[in-house]
């Protein structure tokens, strides 16, 4: 475990003047003026949107006490943290530069707004001084990438343990690093993620030293609001084009025995992992849809005493629905059949607030288009089946080996989806 920054003295916070600019607006008029700093963005459909800019406190944490270590360190930070953690609890190895196994900064300059208010933001006035950017340290190698053919034979071998009984369901990643065609910045490749997934949650976080994590996802892995908590379970998929009808095709999802399958298994973890300290009801399964899929998605909410957001995030991550079941067992034959760490991808990411009074966390479940840009290249986290031949696989056991993902390029940037 490291602290880069492990000052207890109360940080002063200072309002300032608000606009009538969205705080999306807002950032990208100050864009020029923040280059070099760390930054962190949180979009919602709903929320409130928070932008975290430079760093006043940094707290990270590695290894398998890395939630109660971070908890450890933010109880004396009455203020907003920022921030993310790994898939798993082993170091982060190639790949994943600036980006160790859980990581919060306290921003100096925090903005807020709903998509339809206008912005109000709040500076840091304390005397601490502005945390240094990490150092660069020894390069970090590309992520090794999986050959077609060691792929197919992964996705086989893991099979063969579905159907033995070993597993009900695992769920493998891959990666790809893509050279752009010019230099990009995070913000412009986020600009357009946030354009094509305008109903998903979307986040952006950039340590500040030209390594940055970007995505949207369509759950939220967990909140704690006061003594309520949400979460919920999205898992079961059907790829949903430009002519389908929406009605046919969720009835179709609804009644598929694989999908209702996939998905009643992170509805049972999700229950019983939360059972010893909350007890949480779940509501009907649902249909959401994204620009090309639909999703089976269940709401769970309950009521928690003496509850704190990470232990909740330590009992319920990773879910089947990026790892597997059973949990322990799927994880080790990831670790097992993966060329590399995961790094980020499939973990998570914080939008953590602790007020003077009530105590109000967030969390959400960051599980969707993943990239780490650095100078021309983008890393993108990457799950799915087997490119154009995944239909020739029977890959109904009990649940998928995670959907296809494409890949194009746009203006030069690095665009994906699933």
């Not at 864009?31 to 700093?37: F, T």
């Not at 994590?213 to 609001?225: D, Q, W």
């Not at 288009?369 to 890393?379: E, I, R």
Request: proline share 6%.
């Amino acid at each position: 475990m490291t602290t880069v920054s492990d000052r207890s003295e109360p940080l002063v916070w200072e309002q300032g003047p608000g606009t009538r600019e969205k705080p999306w607006e807002r950032l990208l008029a100050i864009r020029d003026e923040i280059q070099g700093k760390p930054l962190a963005v949180w979009e919602g459909t709903r929320d409130l949107t928070r932008i975290g800019i430079g760093a006043i406190r940094r707290v990270e944490a590695s290894g398998p006490d890395r939630f109660q270590s971070a908890r450890d360190q933010l109880a004396s930070v009455q203020s907003l943290a920022m921030g993310g953690f790994s898939f798993a609890d082993e170091p982060v190895r190639a790949g994943w530069p600036g980006f160790p196994g859980l990581s919060f900064v306290v921003p100096e300059r925090v903005l807020e707004g709903t998509p339809t208010s206008g912005t109000h933001e709040r500076r840091c006035t304390s005397p601490a001084p502005i945390v240094e950017r990490p150092r660069a340290g020894e390069a970090i190698p590309p992520a090794k990438a999986w050959t077609r053919g060691e792929w197919i034979d992964a996705v086989q071998r893991t099979l063969e343990q579905i159907r033995a009984g070993v597993f009900a369901k695992v769920v493998l990643a891959r990666s790809r690093t893509i050279q752009l065609d010019e230099r990009q910045d995070a913000l412009s490749i986020y600009a357009t993620l946030r354009e094509a997934y305008p109903t998903c949650q979307r986040f952006l976080i950039d340590d500040g030293s030209g390594n940055a994590f970007l995505g949207a996802s369509p759950e939220r892995l967990i909140r704690l609001s006061m003594l309520l908590v949400t979460t919920e379970a999205v898992a079961g998929t059907l790829r949903f084009g430009a002519g389908d009808d929406l009605e046919v095709s969720a009835r179709q999802l609804l009644d598929s025995a694989k999908d209702m399958a996939e998905h009643e298994l992170v509805v049972r973890h999700l229950l019983e992992a939360l059972a010893p300290v909350c007890k949480v009801k779940s509501s009907d399964p649902e249909i959401i849809r994204l620009p090309h899929l639909l999703h089976i998605r269940t709401d769970l909410r309950g009521m928690a005493m003496n509850a704190h957001v990470l232990d909740l995030v330590a009992r319920i991550h990773p879910t089947p629905a990026v790892g597997g079941s059973p949990r322990a067992e799927a994880l080790e034959w990831i670790r097992r059949m993966e060329p590399e760490s995961r790094g980020w991808y499939a973990g998570g990411g914080f939008d953590y607030m602790v007020h003077k009074g009530p105590l109000v966390d967030v969390l959400l479940g960051l599980e969707y288009q993943h990239f780490d840009v650095s100078g021309k290249n983008a890393f993108c986290g990457n799950p799915g089946c087997l490119v154009q031949t995944a239909a020739d696989y029977d890959l109904s056991a009990k649940g998928d080996i995670v959907r296809a993902r494409l890949t194009i390029k746009t203006q030069g940037g690095a665009y994906f989806w699933r």
